[in-house]
T-cell receptor
Framework: GESVGLHLPTLSVQEGDNSIINCAYS??????FIWYKQESGKGPQFIID?????DKRQGQRVTVLLNKTVKHLSLQIAATQPGDSAVYFC?????????????FGTGTRLLVSP | GAVVSQHPSWVICKSGTSVKIECRSL??????MFWYRQFPKQSLMLMATSNEGSKATYEQGVEKDKFLINHASLTLSTLTVTSAHPEDSSFYIC????????????FGPGTRLTVT
């Protein structure tokens, strides 16, 4: 079945450190991946996305890496700030679902200490 | 950027009653809208996908007669939880996909439903 999972449920870092959040996916038919940030009581907020024909994509302070060989996705946050504290979800779009729906991972809570 | 609103942001209802949640795309046309449910400390689980003017497609295990979805226009979808029970208490989140976008979904802020 479809599943997207994360290795670490909680990640604690110090302000200014770099953070790396990992995600494993199981559907080799997925062609699009997204990272979302969700603060308590709010909806998911888009961070960055990557298509399966890319290995790396950079945004402002964030980088997403995709390793299709081992079906692994990671989100790197540079110079982590207290405002980055939230739950981060990876999501994949399996191309064999028809409606371009997203399958979400289990989430990682990022705690940033000042 | 694309904005999706939900109303109400939170609601408390008694067991056995029905509750309607609205999802609106404010600055884009959402040909497809998605409804998710999220229990505390868990991930988002897709409940159903609705295309404007068509019947919604429900995920396995989601009762279509209990969770009524209407997507009558390109900017509005509604989810009605009928005969709500305490186990339906959850965070309901909708998202819309722009008619010109293949993948990206824009999420609403969510609706907290508490059934007493």
């Amino acid at each position: 079945g479809e599943s997207v999972g994360l290795h670490l449920p909680t990640l604690s870092v110090q302000e200014g450190d770099n953070s790396i959040i990992n995600c494993a996916y199981s559907n080799s038919a997925s062609d699009y991946f997204i990272w979302y940030k969700q603060e308590s009581g709010k909806g998911p907020q888009f961070i960055i996305d990557i298509r399966s024909n890319m290995d790396k994509r950079q945004g402002q302070r964030v980088t997403v890496l995709l390793n299709k060989t081992v079906k692994h996705l990671s989100l790197q946050i540079a110079a982590t700030q207290p405002g980055d504290s939230a739950v981060y979800f990876c999501a994949e779009n399996p191309t064999n679902t028809g409606f371009q729906k997203l399958v979400f991972g289990t989430g990682t809570r990022l705690l940033v200490s000042p | 950027g694309a904005v999706v609103s939900q109303h109400p942001s939170w609601v408390i209802c008694k067991s056995g009653t029905s509750v309607k949640i609205e999802c609106r795309s404010l600055d884009f046309q959402a040909t497809t809208m998605f409804w998710y449910r999220q229990f505390p400390k868990q991930s988002l689980m897709l409940m159903a996908t609705s295309n404007e003017g068509s019947k919604a497609t429900y995920e396995q295990g989601v009762e279509k007669d209990k969770f009524l979805i209407n997507h009558a226009s390109l900017t509005l979808s509604t989810l009605t939880v009928t005969s709500a029970h305490p186990e339906d208490s959850s965070f309901y989140i909708c998202s819309g996909r722009d008619r010109w976008s293949s993948y990206e979904q824009y999420f609403g802020p969510g609706t907290r439903l508490t059934v007493t």
